[in-house]
């Protein structure tokens, strides 16, 4: 079945510490990826993405991702963690042939932690 | 300041009654979204419209009702036939509907059953 995973429900790191937060996809051919992350109660923001040519993306707040055609992959890192990025994360694709309209497919999320 | 407005913030629902979201943009987006987002799911898509007077069901539009009478408005019922309705509902626009085009959020409302 086509779908969305983060492995990870919840990951804590200590501050300064880097992540990573992984996420899989299972489509036919390369889907449009995305993260966005939300603040508890809030919206969702888009962080970066990826729709095609180099495999590493840079987005906002210090964050990065790269594209792994092989292993189906598309996972969000930071090399140093601040307590602001505690929060949700959503790894988030739109399939190439989803209808002809930018149908959004959620991962289930990761929830961050950052320890002092 | 462009954005998307969501009202109320927290909404309460009494058994049998409709409520109604609302969800304004001032981005002059020509496609709109609404998502339900449950612990630990995700989100999913309820319903989208890609331009006026024209929408259509997502994955999970039973007990839900929406209407697009305006370009920047795409209002949200919440019906009696929807038997779980406790949730963060969350809307969404873009400039269009093909792929590459950024859905934009709005801070959400979160739902409450009495």
């Known amino acids: 079945a086509q779908s969305v995973t983060q492995p990870d429900i919840h990951i804590t790191v200590s501050e300064g510490a880097s992540l990573e937060l992984r996420c899989n996809y299972s489509y036919g051919a390369t889907p449009y990826l995305f993260w966005y992350v939300q603040s508890p109660g809030q919206g969702l923001q888009l962080l970066l993405k990826y729709f095609s040519g180099d495999t590493l993306v840079q987005g906002i707040k210090g964050f990065e991702a790269e594209f792994k055609r092989s292993q189906s992959s598309f996972n969000l890192r930071k090399p140093s963690v601040h307590w602001s990025d505690a929060a949700e994360y959503f790894c988030?694709?739109?399939?190439?042939?989803?209808?002809?309209?930018?149908?959004?497919?959620f991962g289930a999320g990761t929830r961050l932690a950052v320890h002092p | 300041d462009g954005g998307i407005t969501q009202s109320p913030k927290y909404l309460f629902r009494k058994e049998g009654q409709n409520v109604t979201l609302s969800c304004e943009q001032n981005l002059n987006h020509d496609a709109m979204y609404w998502y339900r987002q449950d612990p630990g799911q995700g989100l999913r898509l309820i319903y989208y419209?890609?331009?006026?007077?024209?929408?259509q069901k997502g994955d999970i539009a039973e007990g839900y009702s929406v209407s697009r009478e305006k370009k920047e408005s795409f209002p949200l019922t919440v019906t009696s036939a929807q038997k779980n309705p406790t949730a963060f509902y969350l809307c969404a626009s873009s400039p269009g509907a093909i792929a590459k085009n950024i859905q934009y959020f709005g801070a959400g409302t979160r739902l409450s059953v009495l």
């Open positions: 419209s890609q331009i006026v007077n024209d929408f």
């Open positions: 988030a694709v739109v399939p190439m042939f989803s209808g002809g309209y930018n149908k959004l497919i």
